[in-house]
């Protein structure tokens, strides 16, 4: 048979073609027989002689059916057969250009094409506007080069979208649905001329809508379908009345649609779309977690359904839609995603998967219960550590995740210890990228700390980089390098001795100067830092109290709180009042207390305390009012005083900026 298509006579050429063709369609198993028999060569012979219309549409139709199994698409390949078929396309014979249409359906099951010359663009427009419900192969051709720009270009300017959208509400084209949508999808994904082409076509966007909500449809098509209208929002949003209305309608239908498809195990790529849809808009992130997009997710993840092009997207998804939402947080450790998620940060994934997986470590260490429980027993600290090396965004998350991790005493803070974290802290304060991320952490690292690891912090930071990071001109750096005096100021005991020693007696007297000081150039937090360090230190033992009285602290304060001008706010006022009061007051065995409330009467605290600025807020009033209380009608004695709330105060926060 494969020898007759030689044959010199055109008609017997004509029914070799035809019965191989037959033979090929009626008995699968026979293809593979008639590939070995070299039947795909001798085809592509006979259309590269030029045959007749019927002949070529013949030889055509054979070569369509050999190509169903992935020998023949690789002979064909082999061969150098894409370009012939691809010239057959252009064929001025509808029935040639059909036929080629179908061979190359075939054809990109297992060799996707990697182009499509303008020309050949121009023929698949024409046989679906020449086949309407027909335009089933023609349309899966296109689906198969949508997403390539070149061809999406070309396809577009062809006309391609307006013909497509036609086929959506046209009846009998039941079989070309699904090729037409992901074409469309395709084509509106990459060029914004084609999502403004299907846009304007309003019967397609309703039918859109239709197809997204439609249960009973084929989940690609759905979703094909949803990513159409994702396209268009933007567009029909620029414009104004109902257009404007319509698209917030219908981001509400691509929403719901997306979220209900994510149960799905075809790998369709919702994870994406959805991070498209959501941006920053807040209202949709919130209807997302209502429609319960969490839950399915962080499932999808416990139960490795994600195919891993589609994992690092599923991990920066669940980061949007828990970065706010502690009970969210939640719902992903009672999923049973955290051990998947930490796999993910392991130094063999794809530098991909790791980046998204420490940016949601990142989002998931906010939560101090997740910190007690669910995250505490996985092994995190050795990959984030590992990632801060890295450089990047992704270094960056890693810090700011560990920094949460250290914020409180636990398992978390002492694995961190175990793997090196506070060598690496000191280290990244001498990286500029870093430099701000390290000061924070170490800044939560001295949060709630003991004496020894106080110690050991300040055994490893030499002085000179704390000095150097308050002086810095990076705003950021700066902040935290104040905070972690604070910290380390708070519940001092008998550190504060230790910290002189390693500040060579510079600690007082910097924190003096931040106090005082208004400007602090790029870092305005710094004043409210160093008063908070005050306070804490003023929270301290007596011999802490004399010391900074001794130093002037209280004429310091009483000034502050005096102050007038946009420089000193109520925080800092209010920070300053705190400090005045634990210097005053003590305990009961605390001799001291009335003298040092008659010490601090002399600088003048009453008039300022009477005399705060018109406008001063409640919070400052009331605390105003309990220090004259405190400082006028009584010595302090046997009272519980502030110290347990300021100490919390003092410390740095578990959500980072």
């Not at 019965?19 to 039947?39: H, Y």
């Not at 020449?130 to 296109?142: F, I, L």
């Not at 994702?230 to 109902?242: A, D, H, I, K, M």
Request: charged share 20%; glycine share 10%; with cysteine.
């Amino acid at each position: 048979m494969v020898a007759r298509l030689s044959s010199i006579d055109p008609a017997d050429r004509l029914v070799a073609t035809r019965a191989l063709k037959n033979e090929s369609i009626v008995n699968p198993r026979r293809k593979l027989t008639l590939l070995r028999a070299g039947a795909v060569p001798a085809l592509l012979s006979q259309l590269v002689q030029g045959p007749s219309p019927k002949q070529a549409t013949q030889s055509l139709s054979a070569l369509a059916s050999l190509l169903l199994v992935q020998q023949g698409c690789a002979c064909l390949v082999e061969e150098g057969g894409t370009d012939v078929l691809l010239m057959a396309l252009c064929s001025q014979d509808a029935g040639v250009a059909a036929a080629s249409a179908s061979a190359l359906r075939a054809l990109c099951v297992h060799a996707p094409l990697r182009d499509l010359p303008p020309a050949c663009c121009s023929a698949l427009c024409r046989l679906v506007a020449q086949a309407g419900a027909d335009s089933v192969a023609p349309a899966h051709v296109m689906a198969a080069v949508a997403s390539s720009p070149g061809p999406a270009r070309a396809l577009v300017a062809a006309g391609a979208v307006p013909h497509l959208a036609g086929l959506l509400g046209m009846r009998g084209a039941g079989l070309a649905r699904t090729p037409v949508l992901q074409a469309l999808a395709g084509l509106a994904a990459g060029d914004p001329e084609a999502a403004r082409q299907l846009a304007a076509a309003k019967p397609a966007v309703d039918a859109l809508a239709l197809a997204a909500r439609n249960g009973a449809e084929v989940a690609a098509s759905r979703y094909n379908a949803a990513a159409c209208l994702l396209y268009c929002c933007p567009v029909l949003q620029e414009r104004r009345g109902e257009a404007e209305k319509q698209a917030l309608s219908l981001r509400c239908c691509v929403l719901s649609t997306l979220v209900a498809l994510l149960d799905c195990k075809e790998p369709l790529g919702c994870e994406r779309a959805l991070l498209l849809l959501l941006g920053t808009d807040a209202s949709l992130l919130a209807a997302a977690v209502d429609a319960g997009a969490v839950a399915r997710l962080a499932g999808k993840v416990a139960r490795c359904d994600c195919p891993p092009q589609h994992l690092p997207d599923a991990l920066r998804l669940l980061s949007e839609l828990c970065s706010d939402e502690e009970a969210q947080r939640r719902v992903v450790e009672e999923a049973g995603a955290l051990p998947r998620i930490a796999a993910s940060l392991a130094p063999d994934r794809e530098q991909e998967e790791r980046a998204a997986a420490v940016h949601l470590v990142r989002v998931l260490s906010r939560s101090t219960k997740l910190l007690r429980g669910g995250l505490g027993p996985l092994d995190l600290a050795q990959p984030l550590l590992a990632l801060t090396r890295e450089g990047g965004d992704a270094a960056a998350a890693a810090a700011a995740a560990l920094s949460n991790a250290v914020a409180e005493p636990g398992p978390a803070r002492e694995a961190v210890l175990r793997a090196g974290g506070l060598q690496r802290f000191v280290g990244m304060t001498g990286e500029p990228a870093l430099r701000a991320l390290g000061f924070w952490a170490l800044s939560s690292l001295a949060s709630r700390a003991g004496d020894e690891l106080k110690r050991s912090l300040m055994a490893a930071l030499p002085w000179s980089a704390v000095r150097d990071g308050v002086a810095s001109g990076d705003a950021g750096a700066a902040a935290k390098a104040w905070l972690l005096l604070r910290n380390l100021a708070h519940a001092s005991g008998a550190t504060l001795d230790d910290a002189r020693r390693w500040s060579g007696g510079e600690l007082l007297g910097l924190l003096r100067r931040g106090a005082r000081d208004v400007g602090h150039g790029a870092c305005p937090a710094a004043r409210l830092h160093a008063l908070y360090a005050a306070v804490n230190l003023a929270a301290g033992p007596r011999a802490h109290k004399e010391l900074l009285l001794a130093e002037g602290w209280a004429y310091l304060l009483v000034g502050v709180v005096g102050e007038r001008g946009a420089a000193c706010a109520d925080a800092h006022r209010e920070a300053a009042i705190w400090a005045l009061i634990n210097l005053a007051w003590g305990g009961e065995d605390d001799g001291g207390a009335a003298d040092r409330a008659a010490r601090i009467r002399t600088t003048g605290a009453e008039g300022a305390l009477r005399g705060l600025p018109p406008g001063t807020g409640q919070a400052v009033l009331e605390r105003a009012r309990q220090a004259l209380d405190k400082l006028k009608l009584e010595p302090l004695l046997g009272r519980r005083g502030p110290s347990d709330s300021l100490a919390w105060e003092a410390m740095a926060d578990m959500e980072d900026e």
